[in-house]
């Protein structure tokens, strides 16, 4: 027989029900045809025999109805009414299918209805949105990736081969003017290498500078080394300091491209103005050739950069 | 513990001399009880003073030593021994090759990763007329031919941290002509067109995944490729050692490196697109990308030539790794795009010696 009292009492408030979750706030009624979702005497659908819920599937609003009558027949127990899609009219269909049911039922049934389609219209916008695409990162291929990377960097040996590729470049001559190394050592390192059409043209102007500097290379070749020196001091300088001594260095070398032109001696006694911070080293080297004047020729800084560009 | 009692009393006399052999070997006090045990089991055991040092009784392997420390020490002697046999055979096969001099087989090459690499038939030659052919006449082409400058958009995912930020901040000021815009949620699909009509060249947007960046979308514009990379080992500019200064507002040169795959070299050419084609050499800035065994590394230095043989590089800018996961033909489309590559693991990763880029 079905006397929801007894029903209750066996599975209400202080009892166990399998369908109940406790909370700390509250009591929680898992069972899926529960209407508002507590563990209450009015909407525990196990403790009343004439019930009705609003389910949904797949975008569409059902109403489940139970009646006493067919409490003998499980399988039949709930009555499925599909409910138009229109909100109005679905409201006035459930308010026809339970007419004379308790107030209590009527309303709760109506307020998760209307719940429900909220949800729907919010699920139908987001869906029009982006939608972002989680991919799940396996842990066994991300450790062997980074150790295969980690491998790779040390095969790749990075620093060595920017500075060959900078090197090469150099031999090719993509800088054009802007930088010109002492012709001695640039001779003997195209000597080395095999000849290109290309490289015969920078041969040729070699050649003419050799011609110029043919004259005057009893002076310079001593002071050459020096010069070197200096050079590699002057670009450690700049190198550690770096910023704008880069830019004076840049200068620097522009004049000193122009000078080699020119005159070669004039070169060395530039030395003087530029390794400021290491003037207490070279001070007494200095003081020898310090005699010699210098002319700057600044105005044709603007020709040197054209000429890079 | 049944070693102790029987053959010690006999023992005692005959291995006087012994524990001298063993003493610079030994690491436990010398108690007499032990080293009465270790005399024993070197009448047992192997002869380690032997010239063949290694030799051992058939029945006895090194396992069967039940004493941790004493099989740790033969252990450590038999590695010894072998590392000697290793550097006299050396040695003996310098002494050929200088004995023989010119005659000498020429010496033997190690195999390493990249010369064992599976000839891959996509390999690029440099006079193949098919490739320059596609070359000139791929997206890339109006660039090549200096027709359009590159301007650059780069922006993240949705929400980003600080270090991404960060990260697309110092990027800018990598590439010249790239302008950061925060995301707010903006659909790509729709920020793709209104970047065409600003004459954008290039959408790079950084994903990020757990306040970290991990990954990158680079498109090139006027319905150009879309390839999208996995980033890792981002190294933001306070994180380098003896880095430099900023980088200046010049343009800088690229390097790519090893691209040799017909894959590689589009890689390799959006690569180059996002820079101007006119370096400035008087900014003496380098950025590189890097192609070692499909990862591809990106680095930013500044050189300085110190004479013609030399070169002094320093590292400014961030640093980080690309993986490509895939390549689409379109701008941006991730469900109708047509994918001209895709990294499939199973099928790509089988081997360790076959590599794409």
Request: net charge neutral; aromatic share 8%; proline share 5%.
């Amino acid at each position: 027989m079905q006397h929801d009292d007894v029903i209750w009492d066996l599975i209400g408030p202080k009892q166990f029900c399998s369908y109940k979750v406790k909370t700390k706030t509250g009591h929680f009624c898992r069972n899926e045809y529960n209407i508002t979702g507590t563990c209450n005497r009015q909407s525990c659908p196990l403790a009343n025999s004439q019930y009705a819920t609003i389910r949904e599937e797949k975008g569409q609003c059902f109403l489940y109805m139970k009646v006493i009558e067919r409490a003998a027949f499980p399988a039949r127990m709930w009555e499925k009414v599909k409910l138009s899609k229109n909100y109005e009219k679905a409201l006035q269909e459930i308010d026809e299918n339970l007419i004379y049911w308790p107030f209590y039922i009527r309303h709760k049934c109506k307020q998760r209805f209307t719940k429900i389609t909220q949800y729907l219209i919010r699920i139908r916008k987001l869906t029009l949105k982006r939608q972002r695409k989680l991919v799940p990162l396996s842990r066994k291929v991300e450790r062997r990736e980074k150790r295969r990377e980690e491998k790779a960097l040390i095969a790749a040996q990075l620093d060595n081969a920017i500075e060959k590729e900078l090197l090469e470049r150099l031999k090719q001559g993509t800088y054009g003017d802007i930088y010109n190394f002492p012709v001695h050592a640039f001779d003997k390192a195209m000597e080395k290498q095999d000849e290109d059409s290309e490289t015969e043209e920078e041969e040729d102007q070699e050649g003419e500078e050799e011609d110029e500097e043919a004259g005057k290379r009893e002076f310079v070749e001593g002071d050459e080394f020096e010069e070197s020196d200096l050079s590699d001091f002057e670009d450690m300088n700049n190198l550690q300091a770096s910023g704008d001594e880069d830019e004076e260095s840049e200068e620097e070398e522009e004049e000193e491209s122009e000078e080699e032109m020119e005159e070669e001696i004039e070169e060395e006694k530039k030395a003087p103005a530029k390794s400021k911070g290491k003037t207490p080293l070279k001070g007494p080297v200095r003081k020898k050739r310090a005699y010699v004047e210098i002319e700057y020729e600044q105005e044709t800084e603007p020709a040197s950069k054209n000429k890079a560009s | 513990m049944d070693f102790v009692e029987v053959p010690v009393s006999e023992d005692v006399p005959v291995s006087e001399d012994v524990p001298a052999k063993k003493s610079k070997v030994k690491k436990e006090k010398k108690k007499k009880l032990k080293r009465e045990i270790k005399e024993e089991k070197e009448e047992q055991g192997p002869e380690p003073e032997q010239p063949s040092g290694t030799l051992l009784p058939p029945s006895y392997s090194l396992s069967e030593i039940k004493n941790k420390q004493r099989r740790h020490l033969m252990f450590m002697k038999l590695k010894q021994e072998k590392r000697k046999l290793k550097l006299d055979l050396r040695k003996k096969r310098r002494k050929e090759r200088e004995a023989l001099g010119d005659k000498a087989p020429p010496k033997e090459v190690p195999k390493t990763i990249e010369n064992q690499r599976v000839y891959d038939e996509t390999t690029v030659d440099p006079e193949d007329e098919e490739v320059a052919y596609d070359e000139g006449t791929d997206e890339f082409s109006a660039y090549f031919n200096k027709l359009t400058n590159p301007k650059v958009l780069i922006t993240t995912s949705d929400r980003p941290r600080g270090r991404t930020v960060r990260f697309c901040e110092q990027l800018a000021s990598v590439v010249p002509n790239a302008h950061v815009y925060y995301r707010r949620g903006l659909a790509l699909k729709r920020i793709i067109p209104q970047c065409v009509s600003r004459d954008f060249t290039y959408l790079m947007v950084i994903n990020e995944d757990r306040k970290v960046p991990n990954g990158m979308v680079l498109c090139h514009l006027p319905d150009g490729p879309t390839a999208h990379f996995k980033v890792s080992s981002v190294r933001l500019r306070k994180e380098m050692k003896r880095r430099g200064k900023e980088p200046t507002e010049h343009h800088p040169e690229v390097i790519l490196n090893n691209f040799t795959t017909r894959l590689g070299h589009s890689i390799g050419r959006m690569f180059a697109a996002l820079f101007p084609q006119d370096p400035q050499f008087t900014g003496r800035q380098v950025a590189t990308f890097h192609n070692q065994r499909d990862f591809i590394f990106f680095r930013f230095h500044r050189y300085i030539f110190k004479n013609e043989k030399k070169v002094g590089i320093q590292e400014l800018g961030p640093r980080f790794t690309m993986k490509l996961r895939s390549l689409q033909k379109g701008t941006f489309d991730s469900k109708y795009g047509e994918y001209e590559w895709v990294h499939k693991r199973h099928e790509m990763d089988s081997s360790r010696r076959k590599f794409h880029l």
